[in-house]
């Protein structure tokens, strides 16, 4: 259990160190400049119309094409993660189990909109929700997890 404890976090960790202090710090700085953009920009994003194409009646096994218009202003497309968390409801109707289903750029709308669309595998019975997340994605880091930018929708 240690070892499998310091494989996950501490030599990820290390890693992660180690690539942002490479070349005189050269990633750690354009990732401070990267998100001070992230910050400037990101009040500006929101979710503004999402559509599931489902009827009915959907069984298990199905899919459901899910498209989201996301209003991103200045934000390059690659520099956003757009996901919709997906999963059974349980009583209360809270997602149990849920898992994350990542929304691609599909078209522009104009005026700083764009569309976002995937597919929901309903692979369970029972009822089913979804949400949507925007979150930054660095472009050599990945999503990254910041306070305050962050939309749920």
Not at 24 to 43: C, V
Not at 70 to 79: A, G, K, R, T, W
Not at 126 to 145: A, E
């Amino acid at each position: 259990m240690v070892q499998q404890y310091s494989e996950t976090f501490y030599f990820t960790a290390f890693e992660q160190w180690q690539k942002l202090n490479e070349q005189d710090s050269a990633l750690a700085k354009d990732l401070a400049r990267w998100k001070e953009k992230m910050h400037r920009l990101w009040h500006h994003v929101r979710i503004e119309q999402v559509e599931a194409e489902m009827s009915q009646d959907i069984l298990a096994g199905s899919n459901i094409p899910l498209r989201a218009k996301i209003f991103v202003d200045e934000i390059p497309l690659d520099q956003l993660a757009v996901d919709a968390y997906f999963g059974v409801l349980d009583s209360r109707g809270s997602i149990i189990g849920g898992e994350l289903v990542p929304l691609a750029p599909s078209e522009p709308d104009g005026a700083g909109a764009h569309y976002f669309s995937g597919q929901l595998d309903c692979r369970f019975c029972g009822r089913h929700g979804f949400m949507l997340r925007v979150m930054p994605k660095h472009p050599v880091l990945g999503p990254i997890y910041e306070p305050s930018l962050l939309v749920w929708g």
